[in-house]
RNA sequence: GCCGGGGUGGCGGAACUGGCAGACGCAGAGGACUUAAAAUCCUCCGGAGCAAUCCUUGUGGGUUCGAGUCCCUCCCCCGGCACCA
């Protein structure tokens, strides 16, 4: 009897084998093509969830795969590890946010060390560290010089949860992305990064081998529209502006207008409002302010507006239209303002009907002219109604309504972003500082680059009170103008992690690299990733904000590449009772006692066998031990002594079987692992085992012969089982390490069936199943498929009327 | 409402460009081994029927010699977007 399969003593000794010979090590001096295979560094939660093996698992053995294919593989980890709920926790617990993060992060390195994956634990990088921070704050000031980095006042999401500011990509449905609060609006002086300067670049996703879901997503979110700006003439007796300028899509309707309407925040709303009005306007504007996100952008609630007691003229047609505002017309868009068209706009109708104002249909459709509008007409038709552009189509008096704007100076074609920029600022204090000054006599100065980092103060309070922690640090916030040499404060807020996130790929080239943020030798050589795999939930934050990092390096010349992920894949998520896992609803599925009972191989193999990767799936542990019997079916197949038929024998009656399965299985499982559909490979990799195990009980190949198999078996398997195989490699006495051995390759030839099963139909439906030649023709096969009993019982005393045949597959007799 | 993805046995899922539906695994049933159990091994396993055979990929229709796969209608689930003028 050989021992048993021993998967937690097996583990344990070859990942101290493997960390000490450092197997993994990337080998910069080879002169192998480079491959980066990057997952999504983890956020330092405190725990491993079965949620992040199969985001690291999965990764790790196609990471693998290429490097038995010969590449010299980069394969990294490292901790996301700024945030607010370190702070959070730190303030429930009462320990420092450090000292939480950092202890986090050991139980997650040793909880990832157990998954067996090839990270190279020298180029860790964990990105509260001041080593790394150091270079978030310097690629800040970068882009500060490159004037992509600005400081404004506006109106900003406000969480009141985590009490700080949201980026626009943080907002979910109205609600803070982390904490699912509703959020507020704040006017707020803030640090933004000018990520619209590349709005028509990052919709465009030209090269890149990345899902269409996510590719649509960053479009949409970057809302690209053309249209034009018109100005509507105004006339007031000390107001200075002369003309409000709206932003339109649908200029060619631009004579249907009956009205317009401000948003609340528009700044002519005060200087416009009658005093009749004044009352009702700055009630209206009051509660606007006070509404949350979701309810202002419910799309249930009913419109409402108010009318100010101003009027604009439309100086198309000269018409005199009153002035409404309403918190439907966002401030932030556009030009704040917009034209109504309630015969043309379903929001403008059901305005106009609740404050009957005017309908004015200006394009009509061919059989609905001159009828009154019951709801807005959205089709395409031809204008009337609209002076000299009278009977034209609509499509064509877009063009030719603008330029006649044009012409005239009242207005110009131009192209509308739903996209904003990145507000960066953070009111927390764990977080890496924005590195500026304030000085009385110079301004806001930046901070010199060989002051950096700006340390994050240790001693800070940091309890949240919507105003940064390092507010209230004297010895942070008080400091000397590097320009003047004057007494100045510092700023104290805190950048937004994704700022972190945004180019810690870049350091993992180089992680230890003291000059710069990265080597450029080094960045050259292993840049861009070639396949970045993590969640989807990331389409319009971290993948986002990486794209236009890289794309703002690659302006300043700091890189020569302008996407940093080649191909991008997304994991699907694995659910607990169909329902997310977190910590709150207490559904979280820890990996460990599964590992520490059926072994990291069998954990592994597990979660691509359950689907496809990137459909996730609802965790059941029901099906775990089928993979843990197969294991040890391979090992009893391996291990226990093969009496097959005597060496040398030139009558192996189970050979060209033998290597026609193995060649097969080689082919499946590459093709497979490119595919990244593990769990066809892993099929394949079951079935081949199955036949080995047949081979084995009838005895019908050589020693030799049987060992060659296994052995083919175990190199496929080792990405997917890498302590399993390297131990039953090291029990057959072969050489260490399986992980260096090369990737088995498969030849056609072989592969090739020499027998095929041809299907026999008659009308469509299956009679006979025969085993032919696999060259046989087309002759053959028809007069095979005809001459069949089963198939003669079908044909009787009917006329054939068509035999088709697909070659080498299906021969279908059509009778009537 | 709009845009994606999906709906296949008791369950997870397979099926390349239209050609054997249900690979592989789980669960279940029966058997072998055992004093017994576990483990392991063997057999069966979509439904109806004694059988030949018939039915079966969310629904209804269509194209085709042939449809899980293509086209149209409707229903359900998941993800995203949602007053962007």
Redesign the pocket.
């Known amino acids: 009897m050989i021992e048993k399969y021993n998967p937690v003593e097996i583990e344990a000794r070859w990942q101290k084998r493997w960390a000490d010979d450092k197997l993994y090590k990337v080998n910069e001096a080879s002169t192998a093509p480079k491959w980066y295979a990057l997952t999504m560094l983890p956020y330092t939660s405190g725990d491993l969830h079965i949620g992040h093996w199969y985001a690291m698992g999965p990764s790790d053995v196609y990471a693998r795969f290429k490097r038995m294919q010969g590449y010299n593989v980069l394969h990294p980890m490292g901790f996301d590890a700024f945030g607010f709920p370190a702070e959070n926790a730190a303030i429930k617990r009462g320990i420092h946010p450090r000292v939480w993060t950092m202890s986090n992060i050991d139980n997650m390195r040793r909880q990832l060390k157990s998954i067996g994956a090839i990270y190279d634990w020298d180029r860790e990088v964990i990105t509260c560290l001041p080593e790394y921070y150091k270079w978030t704050q310097w690629f800040f000031l970068k882009l500060w010089e490159a004037g992509l980095a600005y400081r404004s006042k506006a109106p900003v999401n406000w969480c009141p949860t985590c009490k700080a500011v949201l980026a626009n990509e943080q907002v979910?449905?109205g609600e803070c992305w982390r904490c699912e609060t509703p959020v507020t609006r704040r006017d707020l002086e803030q640090w933004f990064f000018k990520i619209t300067k590349y709005a028509d670049e990052l919709m465009r996703h030209d090269g890149l081998d990345w899902p269409?879901?996510i590719k649509?997503?960053q479009a949409?979110?970057v809302?690209r529209?053309e249209?034009t700006e018109i100005s509507f003439a105004l006339d007031y007796p000390g107001v200075e502006e002369k003309e409000i300028k709206?932003?339109?899509?649908?200029p060619d309707t631009v004579f249907g207008v009956t009205f317009m309407v401000l948003?609340p925040e528009h700044p002519l709303v005060a200087k416009l409002t009658s005093t009749a009005c004044k009352a009702a306007v700055e009630a209206y504007v009051e509660k606007a302010r006070h509404h949350t996100e979701i309810e202002?952008?419910?799309?249930e609630?009913e419109?409402d507006g108010v009318f100010t007691g101003a009027y604009a003229v439309n100086r198309l047609d000269g018409e005199k239209i009153p002035i409404w505002i309403a918190?439907?017309?966002?401030?932030?868009?556009?030009?704040?303002?917009?034209?109504a068209?309630p015969g043309h706009?379903e929001?403008?109708f059901a305005f106009a009907k609740k404050y009957g104002l005017p309908v004015k249909e200006v394009v009509a459709s061919h059989n609905s002219a001159g009828c009154e509008l019951k709801e807005a007409f959205l089709g395409p038709g031809v204008l009337v109604n609209s002076s000299s552009f009278d009977g034209m189509d609509n499509t064509m008096a877009k063009a030719a309504i603008s330029e006649y704007i044009e012409k005239r100076d009242w207005g110009k074609r131009t192209v509308?972003y739903?996209l904003r920029d990145w507000l960066i600022s953070r009111q927390r204090y764990w977080g890496a500082p924005i590195p500026a000054i304030y000085c009385p006599t110079c301004g806001i100065v930046p901070v010199p680059e060989a002051d950096l980092p700006v340390l994050l103060p240790e001693d800070a309070e940091f309890k949240p009170t919507g105003e940064s922690p390092l507010k209230y640090n004297e010895g942070f916030v008080n400091t000397i103008c590097p320009k003047c040499g004057g007494p100045a404060k510092r700023e104290t807020d805190t950048m937004d992690t994704f700022m972190c996130s945004s180019w810690y790929y870049l350091r993992y080239t180089s992680p230890h690299f003291a000059a710069g943020a990265f080597d450029p030798e080094l960045l050259k050589k292993w840049m861009p990733v070639d396949i970045y795999t993590g969640g989807?939930?990331h389409?319009?934050m971290h993948l986002f904000y990486s794209r236009f990092f890289i794309k703002a390096l690659r302006d300043m010349g700091l890189v020569t590449f302008g996407e940093p992920f080649t191909r991008l894949f997304n994991q699907g998520t694995i659910t607990a009772d169909?329902q997310?896992m977190s910590k709150s609803k207490g559904n979280v599925v820890n990996p460990d006692k599964y590992v520490g009972d059926l072994g990291a191989d069998t954990v592994r193999s597990y979660l691509m066998?359950?689907?496809?990767w990137e459909?996730g799936?609802?965790w059941?542990d029901?099906?775990i031990?089928?993979?843990s019997?197969?294991l040890?079916?391979i090992w009893?197949l391996a291990l226990e002594p093969y009496e097959g038929i005597g060496c040398g024998g030139n009558d192996e009656p189970g050979l060209e079987d033998l290597l026609r399965v193995t060649h097969q299985t080689i082919r499946r499982v590459s093709e497979d692992m490119d595919r990244l559909?593990f769990?066809?490979m892993?099929?394949a990799l079951?079935?081949f085992s199955?036949y080995i195990?047949k081979v084995r009980?009838a005895g019908s190949v050589t020693t030799d012969n049987y060992r060659s198999a296994v052995r083919t078996l175990l190199r496929l398997l080792a990405p997917t089982a890498p302590h399993f195989t390297e131990e039953v490699w090291s029990r057959l006495g072969y050489e260490y390490s399986i992980h260096n051995q090369k990737w088995p390759e498969w030849s056609e030839k072989l592969a090739e069936n020499r027998e095929i099963?041809l299907?026999v139909?008659v009308?469509?439906?299956?009679?006979e199943?025969l085993t032919v030649s696999a060259d046989i023709t087309e002759a053959e096969a028809k007069r095979l498929a005809q001459e069949s009993p089963?198939v003669k019982?079908h044909t009787e005393g009917k006329a054939v009327v068509?035999v088709?045949y697909?070659p080498f597959?299906?021969v279908?007799i059509?009778v009537r």
Do not use: C
């Not at 202002?296 to 799309?299: A, P, Q, V």
């Not at 918190?327 to 303002?337: H, K, P, Q």
């Open positions: 979910v449905n269409e879901r649509t997503m949409n979110w809302g529209s249209g709206v932003f339109t899509t649908r948003a202002r952008l419910s799309t609630r419109k918190d439907y017309v966002l401030a932030s868009y556009g030009t704040g303002a917009v034209m068209v706009d929001r403008d509308s739903k989807a939930e389409a319009v169909h997310k066998f359950i689907g496809p459909q799936g609802d059941d029901s099906g031990y089928g993979l019997r197969w040890n079916r009893g559909r769990n066809t892993i099929s079951m079935e199955n195990a009980e099963p299907i139909q009308n469509g439906k299956v009679r199943k089963k019982a068509q088709i697909v597959k299906l279908n059509v």
